[in-house]
């Protein structure tokens, strides 16, 4: 069975930087994408950075140029290290494993393979 579990939120003021955990345990298939999700209160989950197999990457607008996402295949862990955070990234992450898709259907996904309990990350202003 596969385990996915998060680590690394917390609070944080604006401006500052989380590295947020994913760690990995069990088998995920070779050609499997991971990704970031997070769901803000009142709002739907949205996807936030994805890695793929081949170590391409892609990230919602929002976060762009902030967030960086990467995995450490020894450790089988997946990581987002989180630069000059907003108030509005406040949400609750998941970490996931899917089958490989485009990006733009990874945008609009509702169901993954695995996801991860969540950690919450609060960013005052």
């Known amino acids: 069975q596969v385990q996915l579990v998060e680590s690394g939120g917390g609070s944080v003021q604006a401006g500052g930087s989380l590295r947020l955990s994913c760690a990995a345990s069990?088998?995920?298939?070779?050609?499997?994408?991971m990704g970031w999700f997070r769901q803000a209160p009142g709002k739907e989950r949205e996807v936030v950075a994805a890695?793929?197999?081949?170590?391409?990457?892609n990230y919602a607008d929002s976060v762009k140029g902030r967030f960086s996402i990467s995995k450490d295949n020894a450790k089988n862990t997946l990581y987002l290290q989180m630069n000059a955070l907003k108030p509005e990234d406040t949400a609750a992450y998941y970490c996931?494993?899917?089958?490989?898709?485009?990006?733009?259907?990874?945008?609009?996904?509702?169901?993954?393979?695995?996801w991860g309990q969540g950690t919450l990350v609060t960013v005052s202003s």
């Open positions: 069990g088998y995920i298939y070779s050609s499997y994408s």
């Open positions: 890695i793929n197999s081949d170590g391409s990457t």
């Open positions: 996931a494993a899917y089958p490989p898709r485009s990006w733009a259907v990874v945008a609009q996904m509702r169901e993954v393979s695995y």
